[in-house]
């Protein structure tokens, strides 16, 4: 499975894989139908949301495992 860094794309982590769904709600970012996660890294997500990038990335790529 790929994995998720700091510059992916909101959509592609769902791409990658959609139970990242129920993670990226789980920390408040509620928009993934929304425009901006078609060109938002999920860097760029947490800055907004305030959210640990660090803790989103681990809690995401252990879902591939």
Do not use: F, W
Request: net charge negative.
């Amino acid at each position: 499975m790929e994995k998720i860094t700091k510059d992916t794309l909101i959509m592609d982590i769902v791409k990658i894989n959609p139970e990242s769904v129920r993670i990226l709600q789980k920390y408040g970012m509620h928009c993934l139908g929304c425009a901006l996660a078609h060109m938002e890294t999920i860097e760029q997500a947490v800055g907004v949301h305030g959210v640990d990038l660090d803790a989103l990335l681990e809690e995401l790529n252990n879902l591939s495992e």
